[in-house]
């Protein structure tokens, strides 16, 4: 995975995409949250591939790569989520669950067969502010609304922040479907 900083108005952000890679990697992505999930591949351009949507307690089996990176969103509210307690699953060799037995002689390299490792998405733990936060946005159709709130400014202006990611991070991955919906390269 590449992770290139560029400066983007007033804050740096941060790329993610695939990189190339044989080393595959075999992963159960299981929804551990009462929500739908979706389920998104960075490409190598750095553009969000939607797989799946989860539903509560669903898994997908997937074979994707070392340097593959994934992330996965709330269907309806866009709110970012973890796997295994990160923002970015980032998929590790098949075999390196068996290299310390290797090493050590307790096990032969015949021995070894692939086996998938478990992702568990859940959501992430966010401070009382921020919850809150994401609980109004829930409720509010747009951002003309924030003003109307009776919260200090400096809140309407984070709440409006939020709103405007949410809503970018939903509007990339949906052009991004849109232009690759017959082209969509394996994971």
Not at 3 to 10: A, M
Not at 97 to 109: A, F, K, T, V
Request: proline share 6%; with cysteine.
């Amino acid at each position: 995975m590449t992770r290139n900083e560029g400066n983007q108005g007033d804050g740096v952000h941060e790329i993610i995409r695939s990189q190339p890679s044989r080393g595959l990697s075999f992963v159960r992505f299981c929804n551990a949250t009462p929500r739908r999930v979706e389920v998104i591949w960075m490409n190598y351009e750095g553009a969000r591939v939607k797989y799946k949507t989860l539903e509560p307690d669903e898994f997908f089996d997937v074979n994707t790569y070392v340097a593959h990176p994934w992330l996965f969103q709330d269907a309806i509210t866009h709110e970012r989520l973890n796997a295994n307690s990160k923002h970015v699953f980032e998929p590790k060799p098949w075999y390196e669950q068996y290299l310390p037995d290797l090493r050590s002689g307790r096990i032969h390299p015949q021995d070894i067969q692939p086996k998938r490792v478990t992702v568990n998405i859940t959501s992430p733990l966010y401070s009382l502010k921020v919850s809150a936060m994401h609980t109004i946005r829930r409720n509010l159709k747009d951002y003309n609304h924030v003003c109307q709130l009776e919260i200090p400014r400096q809140l309407q202006q984070d709440l409006v922040e939020l709103m405007k990611s949410c809503r970018m991070e939903k509007l990339s991955c949906e052009s991004h479907n849109a232009v690759e919906s017959n082209t969509k390269e394996p994971a």
